[in-house]
């Protein structure tokens, strides 16, 4: 289903395609993409207009921060397509199958990311069109605010060049990266249960060598994709972390400066805030859940029955338990950890930034 999702945003192209199924689908990309820099052009020659009013100027930067965090994450995903592709195949041969909760996880994980931010865009839209505002200033070829037949146009053209250029592509890769993490986590939980099963046999040693031999394997194999992960992704969430990072600090500013006044304004930018945080916690517990699964494949090896085993599968053991003592993780441009340490200092810095501003604004 997140390859399917993929693929109607314009992320995903088919293999066995022929020559004018593949045309088709390079005009539809290039489409999006020209609906892309539509948006962010009109949206900056707006923002530059309005620059004197600080409050909406702001405002504008905001929204925009959120524009640039999808369109740029679109360009490294499609930079990084071709590697991602090979990852993505050679888990889907691997045999590996995810447990039903997981899978369901996957799946619900797409569908309550999508509705809300559906949701949040319909409300966003409707607040603009009942107050007289766009829900993001942007130039328009006639005067958006004179009526609200202009007002309605103006939010239907930023929704057909935001929606799935920005704003379902960035859900379509937030579910397949998330997707494959949360594969990861369950295969890490399996080789540690396969660990602490494991019973050597003398009668079939052959057989019992075997399925050792297997276990060793796998855990090989998902070391090789965490690792691509990690590599493929990191700028991705280095992109994530900076997003955020904006976020927070001109939420901090927005809060000391806005008056009560001005609610509409402020209940905006809390909005967007509270958007970027749940993307980001959701990243975040999913690297957090990694770095655990990966530490807890050492725990399970040494739980294992290896005193009765011979020596050289308790070689292979302690091969284990040291490779895991690294865990597995995601980075941000090998900057930072994705986890929930991360996070939470991420807010500790919002909130120090917000009661450094309020104390100078009182003063």
Not at 135 to 162: C, G, H, R, Y
Not at 174 to 194: A, K, P, W
């Amino acid at each position: 289903i997140n390859l399917t999702y993929l693929f109607l945003v314009g992320l995903w192209p088919g293999k066995d395609w022929t020559k004018k199924q593949a045309s088709i689908y390079r005009i539809y990309q290039k489409t999006l993409l020209c609906f892309s820099v539509t948006f962010l052009v009109i949206t900056g020659v707006k923002t530059y207009e309005i620059r004197h009013d600080i409050i909406y100027f702001l405002a504008n930067i905001d929204k925009s921060i959120v524009a640039y965090n999808y369109f740029f994450k679109v360009i490294i995903f499609l930079k990084r397509r071709g590697d991602f592709k090979r990852l993505v195949d050679d888990i889907l041969s691997s045999g590996d199958t995810v447990r039903g909760v997981n899978r369901d996880r996957m799946i619900d994980h797409l569908v309550l990311v999508t509705g809300f931010n559906s949701v949040l865009m319909l409300v966003f839209s409707m607040l603009g069109l009942y107050n007289g505002d766009m829900t993001i200033e942007a130039w328009m070829p006639f005067d958006a605010k004179k009526n609200k037949m202009n007002m309605a146009l103006s939010s239907q053209i930023l929704a057909v060049i935001f929606c799935i250029p920005f704003s379902y592509r960035a859900i379509g890769m937030q579910g397949i990266v998330c997707s494959i993490l949360i594969y990861l986590c369950d295969q890490l939980e399996t080789l540690q249960n396969n660990i602490k099963d494991f019973e050597f046999c003398k009668e079939n040693e052959r057989e019992s060598r075997e399925r050792f031999k297997k276990i060793v394997q796998k855990h090989i194999r998902l070391m090789r994709y965490a690792t691509s992960m990690e590599s493929i992704f990191s700028e991705y969430f280095l992109i994530q972390n900076l997003a955020v990072t904006m976020e927070l600090c001109l939420n901090a500013m927005m809060v000391t400066m806005v008056g009560t006044s001005q609610k509409i304004v402020l209940a905006g930018f809390l909005g967007l805030l509270g958007l970027a945080l749940l993307n980001a916690y959701i990243y975040c517990k999913l690297g957090n859940e990694l770095i655990d699964q990966s530490e807890g494949v050492s725990f399970a090896a040494y739980s294992a029955a290896w005193t009765h085993w011979p020596v050289d599968l308790q070689r292979d053991v302690l091969l284990i338990i040291r490779a895991s003592q690294r865990p597995l993780q995601m980075s941000a441009g090998g900057i930072a950890a994705i986890s929930m340490h991360t996070y939470g200092t991420a807010l500790y810095n919002g909130y120090s930034i917000f009661a450094v501003l309020n104390d100078v604004v009182e003063n």
